[in-house]
């Protein structure tokens, strides 16, 4: 764990978030809405997979890119992932490889990572090994709805930031999904409806669509994990995101 500073305030700007064009707005708050710090600190827990862990390089990026931004108050919290990326960052998250939003929700280990790390944020990409496990689009939406319930029972005021999915093409790691792309395509599709139908004001989610004008031959590896310009494209969305729920920088940028 890592903190650059600490700041007095997170707070939700969600009445000019319609014109963002990175996330979906539900239910806008007519006024700014305080959100519960940790000893002036905003905490930010990334989740997911190895697309966000071992091979999420796009933390590193957004990292730094809100540092030079003059974000002075920020930690990511969770655990140490391993020196991966090139550039200095705070390397923690709740992101592993293989994991699954079914599986985590069905174990109930947000209870115990929020516990250990208590999060203001919650940065969500997962939903990609339960396509390539089989789980159906309505499994893996039940699983998002009990992360978000466990995530509210640690945190009244959690805000939720959550991906539409980077695709995959049908041969993703050389292993055969043929059904991989078209439910990418399905699932992602489900999640703004998903998304409002949890919004709440206290704990307000946004929906980042990671998807849109990434290529999946051009910004990834292996037909699943990004590349440096899919990281690239990854942190630039989450950037655009926290940036509209983030008081502003308490310093110039550098």
């Avoid at 992932?81 to 985590?104: H, I, M, N």
């Avoid at 990609?128 to 939406?141: F, H, K, M, Y």
């Avoid at 440096?228 to 940028?253: C, E, H, T």
């Amino acid at each position: 764990m890592r903190t650059i500073a600490k700041r007095a305030l997170l707070w939700t700007v969600l009445a000019v978030m319609a014109t963002a064009a990175a996330v979906v707005m539900r239910n806008p708050v007519e006024s700014p809405l305080p959100i519960s710090v940790h000893d002036g600190t905003v905490s930010i827990m990334p989740l997911g997979d190895s697309i966000s862990g071992s091979t999420g390089c796009w933390r590193s990026l957004l990292w730094n890119r809100l540092a030079d931004a003059g974000y002075d108050d920020l930690d990511f919290v969770g655990k140490r992932q391993g020196p991966e990326c090139d550039e200095g960052f705070d390397d923690d998250s709740r992101a592993y490889s293989g994991f699954e939003a079914t599986g985590v929700a069905e174990e109930g280990l947000l209870f115990s990572w929020l516990k250990r790390d208590p999060a203001d944020v919650m940065l969500v990409h997962i939903g990609s090994n339960d396509i390539r496990r089989g789980d159906t689009t309505d499994e893996i939406l039940a699983g998002y709805s009990t992360l978000v319930d466990h995530m509210r029972q640690m945190n009244p005021h959690m805000v939720i930031v959550i991906a539409q999915i980077i695709p995959m093409t049908e041969y993703p790691m050389d292993k055969a999904c043929l059904h991989c792309p078209s439910q990418v395509d399905e699932l992602n599709a489900r999640i703004p409806a998903w998304a409002e139908g949890h919004d709440t004001v206290e704990s307000p989610i946004l929906v980042v669509d990671q998807n849109a004008g990434f290529d999946v031959e051009a910004d990834t590896y292996d037909g699943l994990h990004t590349d440096g310009s899919g990281a690239r494209k990854m942190a630039d969305k989450w950037y655009s995101a926290l940036r509209q729920v983030l008081a502003p920088p308490s310093r110039a940028a550098t």
